[in-house]
């Protein structure tokens, strides 16, 4: 099926591009001490990681990892990660006394 023609007009052909709903991931920010700005994990691509000098930062690069790894997964017709930015998150803090040295 060609473009569509009406009598004096050129109308151009469309390329249709097919897109999945958004899918939402939990990131997480964890302030480097040492470097200044924020550490990415990201639980749903353990081995993918970014960073960022700013929270918009951290999480403009996160989008950009999240977007390559699916890219990626995609190509190899491997199965995605399911959605996880609405798993409930607690985190908390556990105080250890390790034996002296």
Request: overall charge negative; hydrophobic content about 45%.
């Amino acid at each position: 099926m060609g473009a569509p023609k009406v009598e004096g007009i050129d109308f151009p052909r469309r390329e249709i591009i097919l897109v999945a709903d958004p899918r939402a991931y939990r990131v997480i920010l964890e302030a480097d001490p040492d470097d200044g700005g924020f550490v990415v994990r990201i639980p749903a691509f353990p081995h993918a990681h970014t960073q960022g000098e700013t929270v918009d930062d951290a999480l403009a690069n996160a989008r950009e990892v999240i977007e390559l790894e699916i890219e990626v997964a995609i190509e190899h017709g491997e199965e995605l990660p399911a959605p996880d930015a609405d798993v409930p998150v607690r985190v908390e803090r556990v105080i250890v006394n390790p034996p002296a040295a």
